[in-house]
């Protein structure tokens, strides 16, 4: 589904690239967790992905389809077919949870539609259907400033799943929440990428969460791939590969 050929970035100023040579294939019902220290290029990743980022070496291609070289109104295409939930959820916080939700239509609309708020009755049962299987149903009036964080997530969840992608992409989505929280939101996570059969690409920390989720681990370190499997196979001396930590006690003293 997607394919990452010799993938490298360098920023301008920088002397070492923040990805290197990564090659990759990811495929339709893979559930991903990308690990690796802060800095290891976990989030230039996820945009090079969603053509946030342009590459300067390599090719990333979606169904055979250049993400790389696309023109922009062809990279608008390749981007309603990606979701994305982030760190601090991105809403905007005076309007409600459907409001927000709404937005995620907006890359299939008019912008003169998009001004004045003009939604379509199919667009609004889509919506409403989406904050309901995020478990938020009663609260679809609410306003997000008065959501609590796991709620917040809860509605990017369904802002990003309103636009219909093929492929989920999380930048660090639980970093904010607290541990009962981020489980409960890896939960939903799952559901939606097993029902609608996606592509799933989560950034996380926490490799505890990777482990219990994901159903293929990459780990990235200094921007290079150093691991690509299973959870099962990323045991202590892939931990301590990735952290650079001596102590892996805490994650691997007991089963996961
Ligand atoms: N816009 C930028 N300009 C220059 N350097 C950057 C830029 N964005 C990221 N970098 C550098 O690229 C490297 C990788 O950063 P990136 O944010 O992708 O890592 P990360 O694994 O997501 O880190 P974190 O977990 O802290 O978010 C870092 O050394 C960072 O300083």
Redesign the pocket.
């Given at each position: 589904m997607i394919e990452i050929r010799n993938l490298s970035?360098l920023?301008?100023?920088?002397t070492?690239e923040?990805?290197s040579d990564v090659n990759l294939s990811l495929q339709k019902g893979d559930f991903i967790c990308?690990l690796?220290?802060?800095?290891?290029?976990?989030?230039?990743?996820?945009?090079c992905i969603n053509g946030l980022?342009k590459p300067t070496g390599g090719e990333i291609l979606l169904d055979g389809k250049t993400i790389t070289h696309a023109k922009e109104e062809e990279l608008r295409k390749i981007r309603r077919e990606m979701g994305m939930i982030f760190q601090h959820f991105n809403l905007i916080p005076r309007l409600s949870v459907l409001q927000n939700v709404m937005t995620g239509t907006f890359g299939y609309r008019n912008s003169f539609k998009n001004l004045f708020g003009m939604f379509t009755a199919e667009e609004l049962k889509q919506a409403n259907s989406v904050i309901a299987e995020v478990g938020l149903a009663e609260m679809a009036n609410r306003r997000i400033e008065n959501l609590s964080g796991g709620q917040k997530q809860r509605v990017g969840i369904a802002r990003a799943l309103v636009q219909q992608p093929r492929v989920l992409l999380g930048?660090?989505p639980v970093?904010s929440l607290d541990p009962g929280t981020s489980d409960r939101i890896f939960t939903l996570l799952k559901e939606m990428h097993e029902r609608l059969g996606l592509l799933t690409i989560i950034?996380v920390?926490d490799i505890e969460l990777a482990k219990r989720y994901a159903t293929r681990i990459v780990a990235?370190k200094d921007?290079k791939v150093i691991f690509d499997g299973l959870p099962k196979d990323f045991k202590e001396s892939e931990y301590q590969e990735t952290y650079e930590s001596q102590s892996a006690d805490a994650y691997f003293g007991a089963e996961i």
């Open positions: 970035v920023y301008a100023g920088n070492e923040s990805l990308v690796g220290k802060s800095g290891a290029g976990k989030s230039t990743f996820i945009r980022q930048d660090e970093a950034n920390h990235l921007g």
